[in-house]
């Protein structure tokens, strides 16, 4: 995966949660167009769950989508992740129509401006 030219160079970001030197979750953002950003890559591993680092970790993804100008932020999941689409629900995602050829996933959006 080419983190450098997939997020940095196109008005993205690329964040990893740390434990010591062992990597433990991720969370990636990456345009889609001026006015909206795409969440790839969030996860973490199921032992960190419930200590509040997926909320830290979506807060800053989230404030680096606002302050870059994003009005939007777009996600897509698969219908079995279950814990994930409650976690983005918590958030304040929502159902939107697929905006992709992936017709299988469940498609989210988050309104940021």
Not at 58 to 67: C, L, R, V
Not at 68 to 96: C, D, K, M
């Amino acid at each position: 995966m080419e983190v450098q030219s997939n997020y940095f160079e196109a008005g993205g970001t690329f964040l990893v949660v740390l434990n010591g030197d062992q990597v433990v979750g991720s969370g990636a953002l990456r345009r889609l167009d001026d006015e909206t950003a795409e969440l790839k890559r969030m996860w973490l591993l199921e032992k960190y769950h419930g200590q509040g680092i997926g909320y830290q970790l979506i807060s800053q993804i989230i404030d680096f989508a606002h302050q870059n100008g994003y009005a939007r932020i777009r996600l897509q999941t698969s219908p079995i992740q279950v814990r994930a689409l409650s976690f983005y629900r918590q958030v304040g995602f929502y159902e939107i129509s697929c905006y992709n050829d992936d017709f299988e996933e469940i498609s989210m959006e988050l309104n940021i401006s």
